[in-house]
């Protein structure tokens, strides 16, 4: 057990912990070393009988625990897309981890349901959005599913839910091959299968959806017999940071009725920014999108931003009422939990409004175009050595590359020796088949030396002349 004594001095040690972790991160290698197995056979079998004192447990942290992670918060982190976990972020996760509060309905936490109202209106105002409703999922891939049980429960007339699907017409939701996988799930998930996803070819070098071929695929499947529910386009794909041409997309989602959602987890964010706008051009035509404070706006994991013209669907497709959840003469308010899948949730507005307060619009938009900007001037600094070559050219931050002229077994060869090295890491991707490096500019601390450092790293270990 612990008294409260114990906690307060705890709470101040592992926050000066935290502020020597990250000041010291880059001495550290940024992924794990790899070793299967290392972390579990270094844990105690069996739980113990009596309790242990923090001190041993917090060491163990140390020896046992620290070795094993790969250092999302490194300034050097340039692989998938960023997790930031700034400072004013942390602080309003300790406070909600305090108050421990369950967040499901208006009454059980009257401040948090409306400041998790505000919070959602601040930031559709910071990115530009009119007229959507907001609510904070835990992750984009919750948002998408509640999206495409929308799309399902719309197209049945809300049978689904009551009458399952085995009587139903075949659903078909549309989307390209850039989407995330977190789209496949969510339809495994909601019961319309895979078989269902109907895949639109792209075009363009932003690999939008082709528009003339989702209507065609629309009408074709009518024309069999098939009932289209809905079309998912993405705002910066994760492989490459595809971008739908929302305008035309939309249009044809529009012009058969059918429901549609955005996902711009990742590229979301950078809407901070007016002039990365024209990307997500057409937006609000849109039913519903997502995207992540919790990669590139220094909220920390989970804080996905679902915005919805109009939440009546969404909240008919989720809600449930037992009587023990009514609340009963208080009206005009918002039960979040029906707008979500969890009954339970966190109060994780309280970050968003520390991090937006701390930082302000104007110093969040600076980090992220530094990010654009080195990661571009990284880009163009490969292009011109003829070692390597770039496979897509940036959209924002993330760009793809290779070596020049090498088998997909030397670009695996390649990341690994890079993420072996340590002072960097990054991930491969496929485009058209092919293994290309992966590379993001997205973490709160990197500075422009680091990025200059990846580019020391990538050009020893490539080898040969420039
Ligand atoms: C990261 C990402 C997701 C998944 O986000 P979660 O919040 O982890 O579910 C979905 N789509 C895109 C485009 C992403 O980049």
Not at 167 to 193: C, F, K, M, N
Request: charged residues 20%; aromatic residues 10%; hydrophobic residues 45%.
């Amino acid at each position: 057990m612990m008294d409260w004594a114990t906690f307060a001095r705890w709470g101040a040690r592992i926050a000066d912990w935290g502020a020597e972790y990250h000041r010291t991160l880059r001495s550290r290698p940024v992924r794990a070393p790899l070793i299967p197995g290392a972390t579990a056979t270094a844990l105690p079998a069996s739980p113990p009988e009596n309790g242990e004192a923090m001190e041993a447990i917090f060491a163990d942290f140390q020896t046992l625990v620290l070795p094993g992670m790969t250092h999302w918060q490194h300034p050097r982190f340039f692989a998938y897309f960023p997790a930031n976990a700034t400072p004013p972020s942390m602080l309003a996760e300790f406070l909600s981890s305090t108050i421990g509060a369950q967040c499901m309905l208006w009454q059980t936490s009257p401040a948090a349901t409306e400041m998790e109202t505000v919070m959602m209106r601040w930031l559709a105002e910071a990115v530009g959005l009119k007229g959507f409703h907001g609510v904070i999922q835990d992750s984009a891939s919750s948002a998408t599913l509640a999206a495409v049980l929308v799309m399902r429960e719309r197209a049945l007339g809300f049978r689904g839910n009551t009458s399952g699907l085995s009587s139903q017409p075949r659903l078909r939701v549309y989307a390209s091959g850039e989407v995330h996988t977190s789209i496949d799930r969510a339809i495994w998930i909601s019961g319309i299968g895979a078989e269902n996803l109907v895949r639109i070819p792209t075009q363009g070098p932003l690999r939008s959806m082709d528009p003339l071929a989702l209507d065609a695929a629309i009408r074709a499947d009518l024309a069999a017999g098939f009932l289209p529910a809905g079309v998912i386009a993405c705002i910066g794909g994760t492989g490459t940071g595809a971008c739908d041409d929302l305008t035309a997309v939309l249009d044809v989602a529009k012009a058969h009725g059918l429901y549609s959602h955005v996902d711009a987890a990742w590229a979301g964010a950078a809407m901070i920014c007016p002039e990365f706008r024209a990307l997500w051009q057409g937006i609000e035509a849109a039913d519903s999108l997502v995207f992540n404070p919790h990669k590139w706006l220094g909220v920390q994991f989970d804080c996905a931003a679902h915005y919805l013209r109009d939440p009546a669907p969404l909240v008919q497709t989720l809600a449930i009422r037992p009587e023990y959840l009514k609340t009963h003469g208080t009206d005009g308010i918002i039960n979040y939990s029906e707008w979500s899948i969890p009954l339970g949730r966190r109060f994780r507005a309280l970050k968003l409004w520390f991090v937006l307060r701390t930082y302000g619009l104007e110093e969040l938009r600076r980090r992220l175009r530094n990010h654009v900007k080195w990661s571009q001037a990284l880009a163009a600094k490969l292009d011109t050595d003829r070692r390597f070559e770039i496979v897509t050219p940036p959209v924002l931050s993330l760009f793809t590359f290779r070596l020049r002229a090498a088998e997909d077994a030397a670009q695996q060869a390649f990341v690994n020796r890079i993420n072996d090295d340590g002072r960097i890491y990054l991930t491969q991707t496929k485009v058209e088949g092919a293994t290309v490096l992966r590379f993001q500019v997205g973490q709160f601390d990197t500075t422009e030396e680091d990025v200059e450092t990846a580019w020391t790293v990538l050009s020893e270990l490539a080898g040969g002349a420039a």
